[in-house]
């Protein structure tokens, strides 16, 4: 398991310059507030910013993608066919033509 450096929310208005070396060292730092993880703090560079948020992005896509099925299999849902996908999708479709209707 990994273990990440954590300091309170506190210590980045109270000694910022400390943060910036642990995060120098450590990598990345885990911010807490009351305790609790509150955020991670990464380090990047003029170079690196893109890539770097690009990758915060998709793994916030790979993690709702997750989610997604693990409710998917929660419900059930994962198990339909196409033609029971198919078959949801056409009514869903007949009803909001109906609804546009009325």
Request: contains cysteine.
């Amino acid at each position: 398991m990994y273990c990440m450096k954590m300091i309170p929310s506190r210590e980045l208005s109270a000694a910022p310059g400390k943060v910036w070396t642990l995060l120098h060292h450590e990598g990345s730092v885990v911010i807490t507030k009351d305790g609790r993880p509150r955020g991670i703090l990464i380090p990047t560079s003029d170079e690196t910013l893109i890539e770097d948020m690009q990758d915060h992005v998709r793994l916030r896509a790979q993690r709702a993608v997750s989610e997604i099925r693990r409710e998917a299999t929660r419900r059930g849902t994962d198990k339909l066919t196409m033609d029971d996908i198919d078959s949801e999708i056409a009514a869903a479709r007949r009803e909001r033509r109906a609804r546009r209707r009325t």
